[in-house]
């Protein structure tokens, strides 16, 4: 079955701007979490979703926001971009509330402020 | 905050030599998973250990979760070049139950000269 996909994969933003990331779980997978991956940070959690409803949220400040549909496809939409705020946004989908060992992280989303 | 530190950070080994790369939590642990990126790739989930002192093996790599389940290691037995990437612990931060909600260590780099 297909994995989890997200789009686009590649993103160049100028400060300022907002942008919205989209992540597709694999089909049946209703839980979806949102990380970001800097050189300095590494992986931080951002967001999880389950059934429509945010379940956790990381230490991000609020432009950072997210949500997830019906279908599970879940977006995060960053404000206000700061240079900061590049970094390889990844998602991860699981069939349950939120067992890592069926976990999948897509490829992720590398976003650029310029 | 809870955090995961993770030793080395780098690691440069022949191949055939073994590797180790070990993990500490600042806070007991109800599990610990480990991740392996490859340079430009995503996580990809390797194994969750849950019970104090367990030991798993794949392969030529050897998970341990301590005593105490507060540190674990991952031991791969003659690396090969298909070993290089980076290797992340992780444990769960969330509430609830979630396990969506992963504090990551910062990884460690490996590479292998042939």
């Known amino acids: 079955k297909a994995g989890v996909t997200q789009t686009p994969r590649y993103l160049i933003k100028t400060r300022g701007q907002q942008v919205t990331l989209s992540c597709s779980p694999i089909?049946?997978?209703?839980?979806v979490s949102w990380y970001q991956q800097t050189p300095g940070q590494g992986l931080q959690f951002l967001f999880e979703?389950?059934?429509?409803?945010?379940?956790n949220k990381g230490n991000f400040p609020g432009r950072f926001s997210g949500r997830q549909f019906s279908n599970s496809r879940s977006e995060m939409n960053v404000s206000t971009l700061e240079l900061g705020d590049s970094a390889l946004y990844l998602c991860?989908?699981?069939?349950?509330?939120?067992?890592?060992?069926?976990?999948?992280f897509g490829q992720g989303t590398r976003l650029t402020v310029v | 905050g809870q955090q995961v530190m993770q030793i080395p950070q780098y690691q440069h080994v022949q191949e055939g030599e073994d590797f180790t790369t070990y993990c500490n939590s600042s806070?007991?642990?109800?599990?610990i998973q480990w991740y392996k990126q490859r340079p430009g790739g995503h996580p990809v989930f390797l194994i969750q250990?849950?019970?104090?002192?367990e030991v798993k093996k794949q392969k030529r790599l050897t998970f341990q979760f301590g005593e105490a389940k507060k540190n674990s290691s991952l031991h791969i037995t003659a690396t090969q070049t298909t070993d290089v990437g980076t290797y992340f612990c992780?444990?769960?931060?969330?509430?609830?139950?979630?396990?969506?909600?992963?504090?990551f260590g910062k990884g460690t780099k490996l590479s292998v000269k042939p």
């Open positions: 991860a989908s699981s069939s349950r509330w939120f067992d890592m060992k069926s976990a999948f």
């Open positions: 089909s049946g997978h209703r839980s």
């Open positions: 979703y389950f059934s429509e409803t945010q379940r």
């Open positions: 806070t007991t642990l109800s599990n």
């Open positions: 250990l849950v019970k104090s002192g």
């Open positions: 992780a444990g769960p931060g969330g509430y609830g139950g979630s396990q969506g909600n992963l504090i």
